[in-house]
């Protein structure tokens, strides 16, 4: 293995799970956008399991955008594009136009306002009907959040106070200001969700 080429274990665990909601959230055809792509490996996971759609990755770490771009010469895939980097909070980004935005596991391990830059972001280059799929932990209104994530919450942080476990229904109300309405919360192993809006 290039040492460029980094590998998180999470992947291995919730890439089949999530590629199972993304059969019928992503269009049939169509550039996607992952957001926070980190070591690369969902990116490269999705464009095997969706062939018929272009996978654009992206991070805003060079360290990210090199194992990206390791595993993407190593793959040979032809509908996985070149990593760009990209910051969620930023306000000018690097792609003007997607059919679908994929963001996994970066609203808790970001401050807030990366979150508020996504939902710019994503109310800003997807059309009507386009979705946005988050994955990650979440604390839900009415549920009772389990004691992992709690402990997690926890840990986030300890190491960055501006972490941490956040709450979906203050996550939907940024969507909703970026005209992304909540569409469907499914649950997934290890007390995780994933979270999808559509552009109205």
């Not at 792509?37 to 490269?44: F, I, K, R, T």
């Not at 000018?92 to 609203?107: F, G, R, T, Y």
């Not at 059309?127 to 988050?134: D, K, N, R, T, V």
């Given at each position: 293995m290039s040492d460029e080429r980094r590998s998180a274990p999470h992947v291995?665990?919730?890439?089949?799970?999530?590629?199972?909601?993304?059969?019928?959230?992503?269009?049939?055809?169509?550039?996607?956008?992952e957001v926070a792509?980190?070591?690369?490996?969902?990116?490269?996971h999705f464009a095997r399991e969706f062939p018929k759609l272009l996978f654009q990755p992206s991070d805003p770490e060079p360290a990210a955008l090199r194992s990206i771009e390791a595993w993407r010469a190593a793959a040979g895939?032809?509908?996985?594009?070149?990593a760009v980097p990209l910051d969620a909070r930023a306000r000018?980004?690097?792609?003007?136009?997607?059919?679908?935005?994929?963001?996994?596991?970066?609203?808790h391990i970001s401050?807030?306002?990366?979150?508020?830059?996504?939902?710019?972001?994503?109310?800003r280059l997807l059309?009507?009907?386009?979705?946005?799929?988050?994955y990650g932990a979440y604390r839900q209104?009415?549920?009772?959040t389990a004691p992992s994530n709690l402990a997690f919450d926890e840990s986030l942080r300890a190491r960055e106070a501006q972490w941490g476990v956040r709450d979906l229904e203050e996550v939907a109300a940024e969507a909703e200001k970026n005209g992304l309405v909540l569409e469907e919360v499914v649950p997934m192993?290890?007390?995780?969700?994933?979270v999808v809006f559509r552009r109205s």
């Open positions: 291995a665990r919730n890439a089949a799970p999530i590629a199972e909601v993304l059969r019928r959230v992503l269009p049939a055809r169509g550039l996607v956008l792509s980190g070591s690369g490996e969902h990116a490269l895939l032809f509908n996985l594009l070149p000018d980004w690097p792609v003007s136009a997607a059919d679908a935005i994929l963001c996994i596991n970066m609203v401050p807030w306002s990366a979150t508020e830059g996504l939902m710019r972001g994503a109310g059309g009507s009907g386009a979705p946005l799929y988050l209104e009415g549920v009772e192993p290890a007390n995780n969700l994933s």
